[in-house]
């Protein structure tokens, strides 16, 4: 996994600090905008502070950094513009069952918090067997409000030790409005994404209705010239 760190500064000369490693920047007398390629994927998983130094044009020293974090799994939560569902696509790496890829990611735990601090469940926990990359969330189905979620990745590896603190994030999930469908189909306890099928079983029963009442006219008019 990669991390970027832009420098913009008037430095004679820059030198990178990260995980004791220094890079050196070719020395530029105008402002100097890099994008540093980090990759500390040699030295596992957790948090590192990237230290920049440099010395400006009037030969005074000047310091910033920035921290950030390696996990070993991380999520995005997409929607599909079609059917509405809630996804999170992961992205890792898997344990291939190999002796050298035995701290990488073997199963992936998705848990699933609502705005007061409690677990979703049954919807959650999730469990992802690699190499999955995409899982569904079910919020519709199990109607949830609408509202601000917290999520929480979290992966093991072959041995069922957790490699490091999940990775987190928050979904505002809106809710599909339900609409008024009267005494009957309440009593029928039907759910958000039942909502389509229901209207077909609709349309079909009254699409059966009007069959058997055309039926029934014609087997009243046959009927009457019988009798004629």
């Known amino acids: 996994m990669k991390s970027r760190r832009k420098i913009i500064a008037y430095f004679s000369s820059v030198m990178m600090s990260v995980a004791g490693l220094l890079l050196a920047l070719a020395p530029a007398t105008n402002a100097i905008e890099e994008d540093i390629i980090i990759n500390v994927a040699n030295y596992g998983y957790g948090e590192y502070i990237v230290t920049a130094e440099g010395i400006g044009m009037d030969g005074a020293l000047d ?11 991380y999520a995005e939560i997409t ?4 059917t509405g569902a809630t996804y999170a696509d992961l ?13 990488d990611v073997a199963k992936i735990v998705i848990e699933i918090y609502d705005q007061n601090g409690n677990l979703v469940s049954p919807m959650s926990p999730i469990t992802v ?12 189905d199990y109607d949830l409000p609408s509202g601000t979620y917290k999520i929480a990745v979290s992966a093991y590896d ?5 490699l490091y603190k999940p990775y987190t994030l928050e979904y505002v999930y ?10 009957f189909f309440q009593e ?12 077909l079983i609709v349309f079909f029963l009254v699409g059966i209705g009007g069959a058997m009442f055309v039926m029934s006219k014609k087997d009243k008019k046959a009927s009457s010239r019988r009798k004629r």
């Open 63 to 73: 310091k910033d950094q920035v921290v950030f974090y390696y996990y070993p799994v």
């Open 79 to 82: 929607e599909d513009e079609n």
């Open 91 to 103: 992205e890792y790496t898997a344990d291939d069952g190999t002796e050298t890829s035995a701290g």
């Open 129 to 140: 067997t690699p190499p999955t990359k995409r899982v569904e969330l079910p919020f519709a």
């Open 158 to 162: 072959r041995s069922g030790n957790l």
């Open 174 to 183: 809106n809710a599909i409005p339900v609409p008024d469908t009267g005494s």
């Open 188 to 199: 029928l306890n039907i759910s958000q994404t039942d909502y389509l099928v229901t209207g």
